[in-house]
Structure formats: C-alpha cells, structure tokens
C-alpha cells in the first residue's frame, strides 16, 4: 500500500469551469476525510465519509461543492461553477475508526487548484 | 468547540540548537492531539500523536511532545535542529465527539540557519 493517493496534484481552470478530483485512501481505512487549506492556513474541515456515508459536511461546503465515495473506497470531490475563492490546497485523508491503537489520520500529497 | 492556537508564525534556529514550538488547545473533553510536519507544495506527514497515557510522546526524526492537561498545551520539542527541518508545522486537536475530524492550528514556519 503507498499510502494515499491524489490526483491530479495540481489543476488550473478557468472561472466558472467545473473541476473534479479524486482521492485514493489506504485501502483498509473506514473513513475518508476533505480538507481545504489556503495560503498561510492550517487546513480546515469539509466533509468526511464512513464507509459510503457521508456523515458530516462543513459549512464550508457550499452548493457548489459535491463528494461522493462510491461503494467505500476512493472519493471524488467536485466543485462546480468555479470561483477564484476556491483556490486552495484540497487535502484527502484516510484513517481506522478512533479506537484502535493505529489510529491517525494519513494525507495525500494534495491538489493544488488555481482557478484564473 | 475545539480550537488551536499556535502563537508563533514564525521561528528560526540555528542548527544544532533545541527547538520548542507551542500550541494550546481548547476542547471540552479528553482530546487527541497530533503534530504533522508540512514541506512546501506538500501533504502533511504525522510526526507524532497523543490519545492517552503516558504524557511525554515520542515520534519520529527525534521529535518529542508533552501533554499538559493543566496548561491545555501540546507542546512539540526536538534537542538538536537539522537543517531539512525547514518546514512548516501543524498541532492538531480532534476527539470522539466531533466525529474524529481534526481542527488544525493556523501553523508555525520553521527557519534553521546555518
């Protein structure tokens, strides 16, 4: 296993174009997480997914975002109608379910969005 | 709701020296706590983590943290700086009853002058 895989790891689009990514987690992961990190920020929570469920979703996501995780194992993110506030690092991570001894999360390398 | 503070935006050391980097946490139950280390243009990769225990943690490439319940503190420590611990890094809260997400503190850049 090579750990969490994202790709594309870096996408320029223009704005008002439609941009999906996708995420590869370490495969015995229960959980998949989103994250957006922007210049000079920690990375700050999306949406994250159990299995297929998607149990939770920021405030941060709006209308115009969407993530799926097709039958619990990668997950894409997609962003429709882009702005230029949506430049940012998109960061995946994976982990166990809280209770076991390996728990923790493991990130991606990240796609970086410039949206011109 | 959780919260992290890294009060430092910026440090620089000389390698060889010791280095501590802070971070407090808010967060209304027992928290676990992890520092990751981020290259640029790079994902993050954990350095170490704390769920319970002993409160000193000990974690890779010679870093070490201690948990101080009564400070809400995390801080991350390292006796003598390398020159490719140039980075930016992150403390971390996250917990059970926020659904195991991770609320990350706004990061510290790491300068090692030579």
């Known amino acids: 296993d090579t750990g969490v895989s994202q790709d594309p790891r870096h996408k320029i689009t223009k704005r008002g174009q439609n941009v999906t990514f996708r995420c590869d987690p370490i495969?015995?992961?229960?959980?998949l997480y989103w994250y957006r990190q922007t210049l000079g920020q920690g990375p700050e929570f999306l949406t994250y997914?159990?299995?297929?469920?998607?149990?939770?979703k920021s405030r941060l996501l709006s209308d115009r975002f969407s993530a799926e995780r097709p039958k619990g194992s990668f997950s894409t993110l997609e962003i429709q109608r882009t702005e230029q506030g949506d430049s940012a690092m998109y960061l995946c991570?994976?982990?166990?379910?809280?209770?076991?001894?390996?728990?923790?999360?493991?990130f991606g390398s990240g796609t970086r969005l410039t949206v011109v | 709701a959780q919260s992290v503070t890294q009060p430092d935006i910026h440090i620089t050391v000389s390698e060889g020296a010791s280095l501590e980097l802070r971070c407090n946490y808010s967060?209304?139950?027992?928290?676990?706590l992890f520092w990751y280390v981020q290259s640029p243009g790079q994902g993050l990769q954990l350095l170490l983590k704390?769920?319970?225990?002993?409160?000193l943690v000990q974690g890779i490439k010679g870093f070490e943290a201690e948990f101080k319940r009564s400070q809400s503190s995390f801080n991350l420590r390292k006796p003598s700086v390398h020159w490719s611990d140039a980075a930016e890094y992150f403390c971390?809260?996250?917990?059970?009853?926020?659904?195991?997400?991770?609320?990350f503190g706004a990061g510290t850049i790491l300068r090692v002058k030579s």
């Open positions: 971390a809260v996250g917990g059970m009853e926020y659904g195991n997400k991770l609320v």
């Open positions: 967060y209304g139950a027992t928290p676990y």
């Open positions: 495969s015995e992961h229960n959980r």
């Open positions: 991570a994976s982990s166990l379910l809280s209770g076991s001894p390996n728990y923790g999360y493991t």
């Open positions: 704390y769920f319970s225990g002993d409160t």
């Open positions: 997914f159990q299995n297929e469920a998607q149990l939770e």
